[in-house]
Structures are given as C-alpha cells and as structure tokens.
C-alpha cells in the first residue's frame, strides 16, 4: 500500500461521514459516562451526610470499586473529547468556522483537561487514602484541587456542549 492509499484509506474528506461518525463516537462516550453515573449511584457515591469525614471515610471503604468507575468516567470522558475533534473536523471539511467550531474546539480542550482530571484523581488517591490518617489536611488540599479541576472542565464542557447542541440542533 503506498502512502496516497494509506492516507486515502484512514482520512475521509466527506464532512457528512465524519459528522455521523463523530455523532456516534459521541453517543458512545455518553452511554459509557452515564452507565458509570449509575454504578456510582448503585455504590452510594457521594455519601448522603455530605461532612468531609463521611466522604473520606466512604472513600477509603469503597476505594476499589470507586477506581474503577473513576477510570472508566475518564475514558468516556476521553471517547467525547475525540468525538468533539471530528466534529471539529467536519466543520474544518467544509469550511465552515463559525462560532460553533471553536465550541467544539473548547469542549475537546475541556476534555482533555477532565481525562487529565481523572487519571490524577485515579492514581493519587490510592497514597493520598492511606495517609489521611496521619495527614487530613494534605489530603482535604489534593482532593480540593482535583475536585476544582474536574468540576470547572466539567462546566465549560457542558456550556459548550449544551450551546452546540442547541445552535446545532434542528429543532
């Protein structure tokens, strides 16, 4: 195969195939998250007291079921933000840039900011759970920090998703 057919081969130049592939990559990556949304309301998560203890305490109870559905919230997360890429693509394809594609360019970028979220969530905690004990303030620090991050990617992915959806929608 020579290097025309292989580029020919893995990338279309049909706006429309790329947008329906994006839209079902998409639909994958929301399945997947909100499959995870279920498995964390089934587990009890967030804990009904709300405290920090209770949290914490739920947390290091339920750690090895929480790690996986982290994970597999930071893949989901990751199969959106490359739908939102070739979405972009097929905005690129046709050459239209209007504001719709740099919504679609934000909500990759927010993405990406969330898988990065949840990969340190996913492998800091298990060291930050064990020493909690010894250390409560270090611990309430990272998981604030993470907790801000995922929280503020999460928004804007979801502003920029919602308008996207709405200017985009044929409604």
């Given at each position: 195969m020579t290097t025309d057919q292989l580029q020919t081969a893995?990338?279309?130049t049909d706006p429309g195939t790329e947008m329906r592939t994006g839209g079902a990559v998409l639909f994958m990556g929301a399945v997947v998250f909100l499959l995870t949304v279920v498995f964390e309301l089934i587990v009890g998560w967030p804990p009904s007291g709300g405290e920090a203890t209770d949290i914490t305490?739920?947390?290091v109870q339920h750690w090895s079921i929480l790690r996986w559905i982290w994970a597999a919230q930071m893949l989901a997360v990751s199969i959106i933000a490359m739908s939102a890429l070739l979405l972009l693509q097929s905005r690129h394809l046709t050459d239209v840039w209007r504001?719709?594609?740099?919504?679609?360019?934000?909500v990759a970028v927010a993405g990406i900011v969330l898988t990065v979220a949840y990969g340190f969530t996913v492998?800091?905690?298990?060291?930050?759970?064990?020493?909690?004990e010894g250390n409560p303030e270090v611990f309430a620090a990272v998981r604030g920090g993470l907790r801000f991050l995922v929280d503020s990617a999460a928004a804007v992915a979801g502003l920029g998703f919602s308008v996207v959806f709405i200017r985009e929608g044929r409604f």
């Open positions: 893995t990338l279309s305490a739920f947390m504001p719709a594609s740099v919504i679609w360019s934000m492998g800091s905690y298990p060291a930050l759970l064990q020493s909690v």
